[in-house]
């Protein structure tokens, strides 16, 4: 399963720090997304990305910062997080057109924030 | 929006004995109904997706049927085996839709018996 990737797989961090997320596909896709999954919620649709450009911005906290530098790779910056910003933020991408593509989702990235 | 229910949020079967999950979603343009499985640890994968223009799908074990009249649509797991025991979303979309937007019911944990 190594189409779509995501480092750090654990993060812990401060409520102060400054850390990123990444996000890598090797599948030739043009969209990419951003999850958020907590415990006994469904899966949360953070931001999307088509071709680079960003189409979609689900009213995150601007303590969440996406980038998105070609259509392989996906960042996710985090500033002065909450605790309640734990979770695990999956990474996503599908072939880019709208609707029915299906997503293929990467390992995840489980963060705590103390 | 979409709004997709999902039912039960949990599910215990003995193996061998058949598995129904069952979803509502709220937009009657919803036309794309995926679903996928979370294992302890993994990341979600496609098992079985339909389309508004079938009313079923099967895919050895595992079958999707969909009423669109009603705006609800299933999965049925049938001679259920331990490694079935997983997280189980649905969710809908439609095409033309905001690109990528699946709207994800809040998961069903299913735990087969041996």
């Known amino acids: 399963e190594t189409g779509v990737t995501q480092t750090p797989r654990h993060l812990v961090m401060g409520m102060t720090n400054k850390k990123s997320l990444k996000c890598e596909q090797h599948?030739?896709?043009?969209?990419m997304y951003w999850y958020k999954q907590s415990a006994k919620k469904p899966l949360e649709l953070m931001f999307v990305y088509n071709f680079k450009e960003q189409t979609e911005n689900n009213s995150v906290p601007s303590r969440f910062s996406p980038e998105c530098p070609n259509s392989s790779h996906l960042f996710l910056h985090l500033h002065t997080l909450q605790p309640e910003d734990s979770a695990l933020y999956l990474c996503a991408s599908s072939q880019g057109s709208g609707g029915e593509e299906t997503q293929y989702f990467g390992p995840g990235t489980r963060l705590l924030v103390l | 929006g979409e709004n997709v229910e999902q039912h039960p949020s949990t599910l215990s079967v003995q193996e061998g004995d058949s598995a129904v999950i069952k979803c509502t979603y709220s937009?009657?343009?919803?036309?794309?109904f995926p679903w996928y499985k979370q294992e302890l640890g993994k990341r979600p994968q496609l098992i079985i997706d339909?389309?508004?223009?079938?009313g079923e799908k099967k895919d050895q074990r595992i079958a999707v049927t969909l009423n669109k009249t009603a705006k609800h649509f299933s999965l049925h797991i049938t001679e259920t085996q331990p490694e079935d025991s997983a997280v189980y979303f649905c969710?809908?979309?439609?095409?033309?839709?905001?690109?990528?937007?699946?709207?994800f019911g809040r998961g069903t944990q299913l735990t087969v018996w041996p």
């Open positions: 339909i389309r508004s223009n079938v």
């Open positions: 937009d009657s343009a919803s036309n794309y």
């Open positions: 599948l030739g896709h043009n969209a």
């Open positions: 969710a809908a979309s439609r095409r033309g839709s905001t690109l990528g937007r699946l709207y």
